[in-house]
């Protein structure tokens, strides 16, 4: 495909450098689209879809991962409840993102049980184990 989306990423910001930022008359409005420039600058545009179902995937496994340890055991099943983890049927970066957005929630929302779960069972080192696994996934 051509323009790829970094070459239409890239003559945007060039737009936004030499057409608009020489008309801006406010150093508040200059400082400001240097920010977006900035944004612009900083994102892998012809991967970002790929990244982020990337991302989703791993999560999604994760997340899997943690619900057959918590199965596994009727204790943690009292604890946790159930872990509702439905299939993923996107089709495009859109679909991908808002998969991705449901699941960093559902990260969010096993977290405080997850802790309780190892304040009170230290030696579990699988629930540990988990715990990492989220987290490094959830802030990337």
Do not use: C
């Amino acid at each position: 495909m051509r323009p790829t989306p970094s070459e239409l990423i890239k003559q945007v910001r060039r737009v936004l450098r030499d057409v608009i930022e020489p008309e801006l008359a406010s150093e508040y409005a200059r400082a400001r689209l240097a920010e977006v420039r900035a944004v612009l600058a900083q994102v892998d545009w012809d991967n970002a879809g790929l990244h982020v179902r990337t991302q989703t995937t791993a999560l999604r496994d994760v997340l899997v991962e943690l619900r057959t340890w918590v199965g596994a055991d009727e204790r943690r099943r009292a604890h946790f409840g159930q872990i509702d983890l439905p299939e993923v049927d996107a089709v495009d970066f859109a679909g991908w993102n808002k998969w991705h957005a449901h699941y960093t929630g559902l990260v969010a929302s096993l977290i405080d049980p997850l802790e309780d779960w190892l304040r009170a069972n230290p030696d579990d080192s699988d629930g540990v184990q988990l715990r990492r696994k989220l987290l490094a996934l959830s802030a990337g």
